[in-house]
Nanobody, 123 residues
Framework: QVQLVESGGGTVQAGGSLRLSCAST????????MGWFRQAPGKEREGVAVIGSFDGTTDYADSVKGRFTVSQDNAKITVYLQMNSLKPEDTAMYFC????????????????WGQGTQVTVTS
């Protein structure tokens, strides 16, 4: 059983930075892929960034490329999302997610979810 707990959200001014963390439990085989998603009020949830737990391969949504960086610790237990140059349109609830297949860039496969952490960017 995979459990995911996010932390690190908050309110920041446009142009600022935040670092989100996702602590995970469960076997690494159950969470071969880890990802960050977000959902803004009135919008559908969208994929932001993913990372392969075994090889560290990453992928990003076009809207965050060059500004966000996903990484994991050496123990492959905690996944981070470093968010720089934040914009008001980045305001959303951010969720950590995981799944057990090898296809990390297939957003629809993510089936383990955390409770989310709120990120608010003010102009």
């Amino acid at each position: 059983q995979v459990q995911l707990v996010e932390s690190g959200g908050g309110t920041v001014q446009a142009g600022g930075s935040l670092r989100l963390s996702c602590a995970s439990t469960g076997s690494i085989d159950s969470r071969k892929c880890m990802g960050w998603f977000r959902q803004a009020p009135g919008k559908e949830r969208e994929g932001v960034a993913v990372i392969g737990s075994f090889d560290g391969t990453t992928d990003y949504a076009d809207s965050v490329k060059g500004r966000f960086t996903v990484s994991q610790d050496n123990a492959k237990i905690t996944v981070y999302l470093q968010m720089n140059s934040l914009k008001p349109e980045d305001t959303a609830m951010y969720f950590c997610a995981a799944h057990s297949s090898w296809r990390c860039d297939t957003w629809s496969l993510y089936n383990y979810w955390g409770q989310g952490t709120q990120v608010t960017v003010t102009s």
